[in-house]
């Protein structure tokens, strides 16, 4: 978007892949150019109040918009943007009219921004999968364990102590998992889609169903057998959950590079201190378990894999990934 001739506007906005041979250039001076064609990606010859009305256009459509600009005339439209970024050579006016200064004058500083964003945001879901699928496995094994004939499937200090182990250092973890390959070209997600949206609500619910499925069904066998229930329960349900954590990481960067190894060590970590609340003499006093044999625990280990080994295959056999990012093939970014 420039008030110079039509000309210029076409050669830079072909250097910047924006305008092909045959693509439209909306002029400022030819009328009002946000009514101009949709489609158009180059405006020209356009006053400062123009600029404003494109945001304005854009906006009204849906669209989250940010707007560049260093001069005087840039600040009106800078300011009514989403995200105004101006450059830090430019005026001052275009400064403090702007929500972001580059001070290096670099464009890639947004899309490196831009890049950050959508890694956190990613990892805000997967988190969210992953934490909230094991609170609805947990409020499912308490509430459907009687009906089952397991009494008081696991006890306050245990569900205490599954909740510390899965939701503390595995937790902030999964918040250090890098960029997804190739996220700077997927679609914009809708402003208006709640955080568990695009399918993650009904994806925790599954996920939640199954960690229970395999808990209670666990829990259910060791009391056929006369063996200790409760403590199988609550191995079941606190690897399986671990299980998930994996399940849901980032994939591996196409480049052979290590994703987050972060992760794997906390979940290790995790795992053994879980364990230890069957082996260990005073974890087994504190939390109420029972000792487990050696053939039981790996039964157990067994069983827990089942969640996450579903996800996995899911994952690998279908579109998308566990951060549900949005798959909506119309979707595209304007950029004024």
Known sequence: VTGDH???AAAIGGQL?????GDPVVRGDDGDPADADPAARVYARTRPDQKL???????????VVAMTGDGVNDAPALRRADIGVAMGGGTEVARQAADLVLVDDDL???AAAIGEGRRIYDNIRRFLRYALAGGVAEIAVMLLGPLCGLAVPLLPAQILWINLLTHGVPGV????????????????????????GAGLGRDVLLTGGLIAAVALGAGI????????WQSVVYLVLGLAQLGVALAVRAPRPPDGRRGNPGLLVAVAASALLQVGGVLLGPLRSLLGTAPVGPRELLACAAVAA??????WLVRLGGPGHCSGRDQRPGARVQRP
């Open 53 to 63: 009305d494109i945001v304005a256009g854009l906006q009204s459509q849906g669209h």
């Open 221 to 228: 066998a060791a009391a056929r057998w006369d063996r200790p």
């Open 108 to 110: 890639s500083t947004v």
């Open 17 to 21: 892949g924006l305008w092909r041979a």
């Open 306 to 311: 089942l969640p996450g080994l579903v996800l």
């Open 6 to 8: 039509p000309a210029t």
């Open 173 to 196: 973890a999964l918040g250090a998992e890098p960029a997804e390959p190739g996220s700077l070209r997927r679609p914009p997600r809708s402003p208006q889609e709640s955080v568990l």
